[in-house]
């Protein structure tokens, strides 16, 4: 294995919780970082009416569209997804991306931002979307950032990354 993982966080974010612990998860590990924007006019998210599109989206399940990847997700080790829960959902966006992009995705690791609830099924429908079994997964919710224990759950996010995609790189040497 490299001594430093090739690693790229993609992320959305609504009101910038998603992107502040992209932006940390990806200095602290020394990641490529990518955000995940919506193709043509971008639906307002902001202020209530934003808020009930995203809602609307969430428990519809409905489908959006994304702009093409930036980076070449293949070329990665592990891709990171980020995406803030809506109603126990992922957010539309990031399920999108998810979909255009996770067979090209070598390896996943996935994290939600949220206030406290609905994080498990968020990450499963993540995974789901994104054909995947993630190496690792990671839960920053209102309560860890008010107790600032978020960076040392970025910290054994990261550490669990790593271990995880060592035994798989010595697994995949063996074979
Ligand atoms: C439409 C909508 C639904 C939400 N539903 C949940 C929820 O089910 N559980 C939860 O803990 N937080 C929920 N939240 C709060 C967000 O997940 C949380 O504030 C998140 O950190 C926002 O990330 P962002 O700033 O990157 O957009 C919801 C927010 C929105 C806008």
Redesign the pocket.
């Known amino acids: 294995m490299s001594a430093q993982p090739n690693v790229l966080v993609v992320y959305f ?7 502040r612990i992209a932006e940390l998860l990806a200095s602290e590990i020394g990641a490529d970082i990518e955000p995940i924007r919506q193709q043509g006019k971008h639906p307002a998210r902001a202020g209530v009416r934003g ?1 009930v599109r ?2 609307i989206e ?1 428990l519809g399940q409905r489908q959006v569209k994304v702009m093409p990847a930036t980076h070449d997700v293949s070329a990665y080790d592990v891709v990171v997804v980020g995406s ?5 959902h992922a957010s539309a966006p990031a399920l999108a991306w998810l979909k255009e992009n996770g067979g090209q995705v070598r390896r996943l690791a996935l994290f939600c ?6 994080g498990q099924p968020a990450l499963e429908q993540m995974a789901r979307t994104g054909g995947k079994s993630p190496l690792a997964c990671c839960e920053i ?2 309560y860890d950032l008010r107790r600032r224990i978020d960076g040392t759950k970025r910290q054994e996010f990261g550490k669990r990354i790593r271990h995880r995609l060592s035994t798989f790189q010595q697994t995949e040497r063996m074979l």
Do not use: E, N
């Open positions: 974010s609504r009101t910038g919780m998603t992107r808020y995203s809602l969430a803030p829960v809506w109603a126990s931002t949220l206030g406290g609830h609905g919710t209102a």
